[in-house]
């Protein structure tokens, strides 16, 4: 069984409208993040968190917004979604947040702006 | 900044075949160091990890060894089979921030 669920795993949307990634993890880690890539780029960290506090934001634009509503789900709300938004995105988790630490990736969510 | 780099983007092999991945890296701090893994449709996963303490990482007949005065960490596999086939990512931790990874090579390997 997956450990770290995504959910959906593809997804369409319009310019302008707005969609939630859902990312839910039982591995019982404290720490969770969030990649985006894109076919024009490498794997590129967004954000990260611990025990449902933000710990790092490396995406230049409000327009993506983490939601971590227990410790185990970080969400990912994105607004007036732009083409350039197309990527897959990853959740991850590790045990504690610290750079030395083995992430484990869900599969990741497709998501498509048309 | 801290960096990562790879150069390949591509390598082609048979199996059987000796696969060598160049990676090398950037930082004023002490590195831990990985090679993750991606399969089609799936997340990337690790595939080794090595610290300062011990230079040397081995798994699933892969190996890596980082190199502080060359400020490297080559991965490479003796035979490689057509199921080793999948995108290979060196990634750096440093400095307390999120692992930075490289641009990936994808490995193919043909039967």
């Known amino acids: 069984d997956p450990k770290i669920i995504q959910k959906p795993k593809y997804l369409v949307a319009v310019t302008g409208s707005e969609k939630i990634l859902i990312c839910e993890q039982y591995?019982?880690?404290?720490?969770m993040y969030w990649y985006r890539q894109s076919a024009k780029k490498p794997l590129e960290f967004m954000f990260s968190y611990s025990y449902q506090k933000l710990m790092d934001n490396q995406t230049a634009s409000s327009r993506f917004q983490p939601q971590s509503s227990k410790k185990n789900h970080l969400d990912l709300q994105i607004t007036a979604l732009k083409p350039d938004d197309s990527a897959t995105y990853f959740c991850?988790?590790?045990?504690?947040?610290?750079?030395?630490?083995?992430?484990?990736f869900g599969s990741g969510t497709r998501l498509t702006v048309l | 900044g801290d960096s990562v780099t790879q150069m390949q983007g591509q390598v082609t092999l048979s199996e059987d075949d000796f696969l060598f991945i160049n990676c090398t890296y950037s930082?004023?701090?002490?590195?831990?160091l990985f090679w993750y893994v991606q399969y089609p449709g799936e997340g990337p996963q690790l595939l080794l990890k090595v610290t300062t303490a011990n230079n040397k990482g081995i798994s699933r007949g892969f190996e890596a060894t980082y190199d502080k005065r060359t400020t490297s960490f080559h991965l490479q596999k003796a035979s490689v089979q057509e199921s080793d086939s999948a995108v290979y990512y060196c990634?750096?931790?440093?400095?307390?921030?999120?692992?930075?990874f490289g641009t990936g090579t994808t490995v193919s390997v043909s039967p």
């Open positions: 990634v750096l931790g440093a400095g307390g921030r999120a692992l930075i």
């Open positions: 991850a988790s590790s045990q504690v947040w610290a750079s030395a630490e083995t992430l484990y």
């Open positions: 930082t004023t701090w002490y590195p831990t």
């Open positions: 591995l019982g880690h404290n720490a």
